[in-house]
């Protein structure tokens, strides 16, 4: 049998094709986490949220797998938000909060989650494993599209969607911005980058 693959179970929430804003409903899913504050190409939390991440990703992999469930870890994603949402039209990087996340299967309980934060912290020696969490959400209806290209280019497809789809659908935003990182920027060309961008929504108070 092959490795669970969030990727491949859920192609509508991490393989969509649409480069135009589409509905959709997403179904509650759990995750490790992380949050943080700050611009995350300066910000020393940052790289130490994404490296406390995996530590325990591969923890919880590798145990799985002992016990007889394997499976593949998912992509990074993150939730972003701010105050004054105009410091993401404006790229103010230092005011974004965020929090990092890694997908789940959901056989995995928030003991099992638990254990292998320990084991990871006392292994890998990284302080930022301490505020490893375990986060269950449940977004339901979002407008999603696949953006193509560098992260500071999604300006223009972030604004369409406040300015254009959502009005026009009779829409507002609830929660937080959601990405999923389906690249490495390490390795791949910064106009070649897949991001899936992701918004709760409601419908507007008339």
């Not at 404006?90 to 320990?118: F, G, H, N, V, Y």
Request: aromatic share 8%; hydrophobic share 35%.
């Amino acid at each position: 049998m092959s490795p669970y693959d969030v990727k491949r179970e859920h192609k509508d929430l991490y393989a969509p094709k649409n480069r135009e804003w589409a509905l959709l409903e997403v179904p509650p899913q759990q995750f490790i986490a992380v949050s943080g504050k700050g611009n995350p190409n300066t910000v020393p939390a940052y790289p130490q949220a994404v490296a406390a991440l995996y530590a325990v990703a591969y923890t919880l992999k590798f145990a799985s797998k002992r016990a007889g469930r394997d499976f593949v870890v998912g992509p990074l994603e993150g939730l972003w938000w701010a105050p004054d949402p105009e410091v993401f039209t404006a790229r103010a990087k230092d005011e974004w909060q965020w929090r990092m996340l890694i997908s789940q299967p959901d056989w995995l309980t928030a003991a099992d989650i638990k254990d292998a934060t320990e084991t990871a912290l006392a292994s890998k020696k990284l302080p930022a494993i301490e505020q490893v969490e375990h986060e269950t959400l449940h977004e339901g209806r979002c407008a999603q599209v696949l953006h193509v290209g560098s992260y500071d280019d999604e300006t223009p497809i972030m604004t369409a969607l406040h300015t254009e789809y959502l009005p026009a659908n009779g829409l507002t935003e609830r929660d937080r911005h959601h990405e999923v990182y389906l690249g490495d920027p390490r390795r791949t060309a910064p106009e070649k980058l897949r991001t899936v961008l992701r918004q709760p929504v409601r419908p507007r108070q008339i």
